[in-house]
């Protein structure tokens, strides 16, 4: 069975830093391409990152230098190191499989806020 | 960068009314990565179609996706209670990833 499930989420100050993890089984995290969604209250999701089957790694501009995507093959593990948060940070962040069909992991929430 | 771009914003229909959605691409994209979502409030969204057409698992048979090129449409056949919501469409698996801004169905 196909499962991504999420960790790491929680309430952090301004300019502070936190990761997400995304735990997958049912397939190679390696072999596909993995992507980080995030949805604001109110809001539509926001593709914010992707990093592909071949490790290359891409942002939207809203994250690009202070986000990061990486994933571990051992443990079959994605992960977003965010940097230097700011209160339109906060949302849920989901992980997904980017291929056919796409599977997204349940959320996990980001409050960030003094 | 590509925008989709959802209409209507807003669709007001009865139960048992067929619903069309549309989703401009503002350049030609694979159908291959298209993807329509549905989400309610509260909830994380649900996928509905991938690949343009598929239909994913455990998805009624009234929802039915289809286009290529630039223009994608979500059809809902016969509109049940539980189909008012918001619905999204998706371009993924790419660094051009991208949602449209959604179209919400409500009941007329």
């Known amino acids: 069975e196909v499962q991504l499930v999420q960790t790491g989420g929680g309430l952090i100050q301004p300019g502070g830093s936190l990761r997400l993890s995304c735990a997958v089984s049912?397939?190679?995290?390696?072999?596909?391409?993995m992507s980080w969604v995030r949805q604001a209250a109110g809001k539509g999701p926001e593709w914010i990152s992707i990093?592909?089957?071949?490790?290359?790694?891409y942002y939207a501009d809203s994250v690009r230098g202070r986000f990061t995507i990486s994933r571990d093959r051992s443990k079959n593990m994605v992960y977003l190191e965010m940097n230097v948060l700011r209160a339109d940070d906060t949302a849920i962040y989901y992980c997904?499989?980017?291929?056919?069909?796409?599977?997204w992991g349940k959320g996990t929430t980001v409050t960030v806020s003094s | 960068e590509i925008v989709l771009t959802q209409s209507p914003g807003t669709l007001s229909l009865s139960p048992g009314e067929r619903a069309t959605l549309s989703c401009r691409a503002s350049q030609i994209v694979s159908g291959s990565y298209i993807a329509w979502y549905q989400q309610k409030p509260g909830q994380a969204p649900r996928l509905l179609i991938y690949g343009a057409s598929a239909r994913a698992t455990d998805i009624p048979d009234r929802f039915s996706g289809s286009g290529s090129g630039t223009d994608f449409t979500l059809t809902i056949s016969r509109l049940d209670p539980e189909d008012f919501a918001v619905y999204y469409c998706q371009l993924y698996g790419s660094s051009m990833s991208t949602f449209g801004q959604g179209t919400k169905l409500e009941i007329k």
């Open positions: 049912g397939f190679i995290v390696s072999a596909n391409h």
């Open positions: 990093i592909y089957s071949g490790g290359e790694t």
């Open positions: 997904a499989r980017d291929s056919r069909p796409p599977v």
